[in-house]
């Protein structure tokens, strides 16, 4: 069965170690970071319209190892397997006068941004080797575990405030300045914030974050990786999003986050469908996160997953980001016994689904899903992790 291993920490920066002592000489590295990915129990495309989510970060993290070198110029390759870009880039640290500006390869452009918005100065030359065991496009935010990785790095090379929110904002930053895409800042803030045993529950207008307890020994979270590749600088998500902001304008709203749906049934006459129907999953979605949260803390799991039911099937019907395989990953779970409940996570078109179920369920409906999906998925079975963080090396 394809029950995916997860790497642990100490075998990634053991790799990632060896790397740098191959590339760039014996002295080896002399400073270790990881920070992780995360999967988004309830609450999609909610965070850019200022309203709740519902992530845990997980234990699948981006380990960066690296050592301060004189001069301003900077190494940094990746052990990524699956890349068919170049694997290394050099390049010298910006200047007010020549900033770093996006380009090839595109991997390296997480890097690049993470270093110009970086908030404090003079940053050093370094030489740096980057290894992760967050699948690529899997919707589990590789990107983001990336750039918070780098800050995390850059804060040992050269110490800014050790604010963490500000942390999160500058490589939310870096995506939309240097990757193209225009997140909300749910991904950055619980890579930087995750902590274990619990989910967090993020007020993305407020940012304020509220951990919610997620240990109960008779749970597991297990994410399906449909293996289907996607990537969120198509022009769908971008679509999506100005979809939500010409509806929130015309209901005379700042944001969606301030929308009913007695506003919006008020304005239809106004709003064509499409718009009508995205505004309807975000300001339900809202809401339906707010209910998750309280039934994860009450312990509810039929409730809770309830309602994570009921996300995926907006986000099939009104949001429209899920694909086939999706929908086949979470029908067919949803057949098991002992399983509460099951939606794609992430961004959509592709990727994984999170499935809340007990324990002792977990081999069962790996086995149905294997039976019934007509590709070839990858399970993860993870529990809530810790944030960024340093390692001793």
């Known amino acids: 069965m394809a029950n ?5 920490v100490e075998q990634l920066v053991d790799k990632a170690r060896r790397v740098h002592v191959e590339t760039f000489g014996e002295k080896g590295p002399t400073i270790a970071v990881c920070a992780p990915g995360r999967v988004n129990l309830i609450g999609e495309h909610t965070d850019y319209n200022e309203g709740l989510v519902l992530p845990m970060a997980l234990p699948l993290v981006t380990v960066v190892v690296g050592s301060q070198i004189s001069g301003k110029n900077v ?15 050099d390049f ?12 090839k390869p595109s991997w390296a452009n997480y890097v690049k941004g ?18 992760s065991s967050v699948p690529l496009g899997g919707g589990l935010s590789s990107s983001a575990s990336l750039e918070v990785a780098f800050y995390t790095f850059l804060q ?20 939309h300045t240097f990757a193209g895409v225009p997140c909300g800042i749910m991904d950055q803030y619980v890579s930087v914030l995750g902590r ?39 022009s769908e998500y971008s679509t999506r999003r100005q979809q939500c902001e010409e509806a ?13 749906l007695e506003d919006l049934e008020a304005a239809r006459g106004g709003i064509n469908d499409v718009t009508y129907r995205r505004a309807c999953h975000v300001i339900e979605e809202i809401k339906r996160t707010a209910q998750a949260t309280v039934a994860l803390r009450q312990e509810d799991y039929k409730q809770f997953g309830k ?5 995926h099937n907006s986000l099939r019907d009104q949001y429209e980001v899920s694909c086939k395989e999706l929908d086949d990953l979470v029908n067919a779970v949803m057949e098991v016994t002992g399983v509460y409940g099951s939606r794609m996570t992430g961004g959509g078109f592709g990727g994984c689904t999170v499935t809340l179920l007990q324990a002792d369920a977990v081999n069962q409906a790996k086995q149905h899903i294997m039976e019934r999906y007509n590709g070839h998925p990858t399970f993860y079975i993870t529990t809530p992790s810790k944030g960024a963080r340093v390692l001793s090396l």
Do not use: W
């Open 114 to 131: 993470v270093i110009q918005n970086y908030r404090a100065h003079p940053l050093p030359g370094f030489q740096a080797v980057i290894i």
């Open 92 to 103: 010298d640290l910006p200047t007010s006068t020549a900033p770093l500006l996006p380009g």
């Open 196 to 234: 274990e045993a619990h989910a967090l529950l993020i007020d993305c207008r407020s940012l304020e974050a509220t951990p919610v307890p997620l240990a109960d020994p008779s749970l597991v979270i297990l994410i399906t990786n449909s293996n289907v590749r996607h990537s969120l600088t198509g």
């Open 4 to 8: 995916y291993p997860i790497p642990t």
């Open 248 to 260: 929130a304008t015309l209901l005379g709203k700042n944001s969606l986050r301030d929308a009913t």
């Open 156 to 175: 040992q090379l050269c110490p800014d405030d050790l604010d963490d929110v500000a942390k999160a904002m500058s490589c939310q930053k870096a995506e």
């Open 307 to 311: 309602l994570m039911v009921e996300s």
């Open 75 to 89: 190494s940094v390759l990746t052990v990524s397997e699956v890349l068919e870009e170049s694997k290394r880039v």
